[in-house]
């Protein structure tokens, strides 16, 4: 016995950038939370018009970078003051403006790697497999079409509803996403 699959969500397909803009803003406007857009090239205030979320990659990043600084500080403190102190030219041990240079490139260092980690595990990266890839005319994503899916896990979400709600957006097709 084969089961059913389940539905991903619903996928509606449109022409241009202006219409998948004004229909993002339409279906949060309507509450719909749960949804994603795909699109051939970045899309200017799209991505206001999915989510209003704030991003969690700036206190990622601002807490790596001060965890990297701090690092670096306590190892060159620990390294020249407590585990090898040597007295040169009568400066103290604890020196602290020669570690300036280290401290600051461990801060940038600690936080560069954090933003691009940060930003490939908050964006699900990398995703051989996606369920709209199960789409026909999903392949056009990368060429000419802009998409919009609302995902079946939104609290919102009902197959028939939504799916005449996408229609009254008039996309060029709308269709039903299965996992």
């Not at 994603?36 to 979320?53: C, I, M, Q, R, S």
């Not at 040597?86 to 020196?95: F, W």
């Not at 260092?109 to 990266?125: D, P, Q, R, T």
Request: include cysteine; charged fraction near 20%.
């Amino acid at each position: 016995m084969s089961e059913t699959p389940r539905i991903y969500g619903v996928m509606a397909e449109f022409a241009d950038s202006e219409a998948i803009i004004a229909a993002a803003k339409s279906a949060y406007e309507a509450g719909y939370r749960q949804m994603d857009a795909y699109t051939p090239f970045p899309v200017e205030g799209l991505a206001e018009n999915l989510t209003h979320k704030r991003s969690k990659v700036p206190l990622i990043v601002l807490l790596a970078g001060i965890a990297g600084g701090g690092g670096g500080y306590f190892m060159e403190w620990y390294a020249t003051g407590v585990s090898y102190p040597i007295n040169v030219g009568g400066r103290p041990l604890n020196s602290w403006p020669a570690y300036v240079p280290i401290t600051f490139e461990l801060t940038v260092l600690a936080g560069a790697l954090a933003a691009i980690g940060s930003m490939l595990a908050l964006n699900l990266l990398p995703q051989p497999y996606h369920p709209v890839f199960n789409s026909a005319r999903f392949e056009r994503a990368s060429t000419d079409k802009f998409f919009l899916c609302i995902e079946s896990t939104d609290p919102k979400f009902d197959a028939a509803a939504t799916r005449r709600f996408l229609e009254s957006l008039h996309p060029e097709q709308v269709e039903e996403v299965f996992e």
